[in-house]
């Protein structure tokens, strides 16, 4: 059973940058996808970044690009999302999650495994 553990949610200012931390257990990351979603109030769940085991490709939403960047530390099992020149639009609660094979999906539904969530709140 994979378990994974989000961390490093906060609140900071516009401009500022948070890196998150998904702790994967059950399985190394030689084997699993890891993606990043979030969720703001009242809007939809969306995919904003993912790093697959397969060939290590990346994905980024649009909006994140040049901004966010996805890293895996294999030592750790974790896999880390560094957001930098963050906007209240980046609020949200970031989820990180699992497919149940190593290579990455758009839909949220191919995901079988979440983290908890942790808070993101960028804010003045």
């Known amino acids: 059973q994979v378990q994974l553990v989000e961390s490093g949610g906060g609140l900071v200012q516009p401009g500022g940058s948070l890196r998150l931390s998904c702790a994967a257990s059950?399985?190394?990351?030689?084997?699993?996808?890891i993606g990043w979603f979030r969720q703001a109030p009242g809007k939809e769940r969306e995919g904003v970044s993912c790093i697959s085991s397969s060939d290590g490709s990346l994905y980024f939403l649009d909006s994140v690009k040049g901004r966010f960047t996805i890293s895996r530390d294999y030592a750790k099992n974790t896999v880390y999302l560094q957001m930098d020149s963050l906007k209240p639009e980046d609020t949200g609660v970031y989820y990180c999650?699992?497919?149940?094979?190593?290579?990455?999906?758009?839909?949220?539904?191919?995901?079988?495994?979440w983290g908890q969530g942790t808070q993101v709140n960028v804010s003045s």
């Open positions: 999650a699992a497919p149940p094979v190593p290579v990455c999906f758009d839909s949220d539904g191919a995901y079988d495994y």
């Open positions: 059950g399985l190394t990351l030689d084997y699993l996808a």
